[in-house]
């Protein structure tokens, strides 16, 4: 029961380039979407929030977009640097719980 | 904010053994919760205390596994007679209501 995917495991970029990292949901009662960002042996650590009465939002660097009839949402990091290197989970908010995708591996090369 | 404190980082042991682990949260946060994260995945909910209430479960968590809350501040989630597919990383994270969570660094558990 994979409610949130994310079909890409990695993805490599060029320092100052765009990352777009993808995000599929699976249930629509779910409002409220969440991207972490983990280095290895740490915690994952907040990044950016959406909820579905938006359809984007920004913070410096990082943009969300919402697709809701697509079920699709989708994190910009511009421009990429080499501390962005590090695995990329969203997550859907339902009740009192997160349910996280799969994760996406990001190295940005200098 | 001193994080969410998680201990042992590191804990190996033997098939059928019981562990213990701890998780300090951020202390003006109310709501605690217990993931667990194997290689690969993302991480899977397991449960939920709200101040010293258990509130919510996983199917995931079995009979073997319990987590307590006794006075609405640390938290501890034993698993008992270990086995190895308990492998993982167990990570505690805490919230205020309406507020992502901030989770620890995690205890990787190594069941051999």
């Known amino acids: 029961d994979q409610q949130v995917k994310q079909n890409s495991p990695s993805l490599s970029v060029q320092e100052g380039r765009i990352s777009i990292l993808n995000c599929d949901y699976t249930n629509s009662m779910f409002d409220y979407f969440l991207w972490y960002k983990k280095y290895p042996a740490e915690g994952p650590t907040f990044l950016i929030s959406i909820s579905s009465i938006k359809d984007k939002n920004e913070d410096g660097r990082f943009t969300v977009f919402l697709n809701k009839s697509a079920k699709h949402l989708s994190l910009h990091i511009v421009p990429s640097q080499p501390g962005d290197s590090a695995v990329y989970f969203c997550?859907?908010?339902?009740?009192?719980?997160?349910?996280f995708g799969g994760g996406t591996r990001v190295l940005v090369k200098p | 904010d001193t994080g969410v404190s998680q201990n042992p980082r590191h804990k190996i042991t033997k098939r059928g053994q019981n562990v213990t682990f701890r998780c300090d949260p951020i202390s003006e946060h109310n709501r605690l919760y217990w993931y667990r994260q194997t290689l690969g995945q993302g991480p899977e909910f397991l449960t939920y205390f709200q101040n010293e209430a258990q509130l919510e479960k996983s199917r995931l968590l079995s009979d073997r596994f319990s987590a307590e809350r006794p006075k609405g501040s640390f938290s501890t989630l034993e698993i008992q007679r270990t086995e190895q597919g308990d492998s993982a990383m167990y990570l505690c994270a805490s919230s205020l209501a309406g507020s992502p969570l901030h989770f620890g660094n995690g205890t990787r558990l190594t069941v051999t």
């Open positions: 997550a859907k908010a339902a009740g009192n719980k997160l349910t």
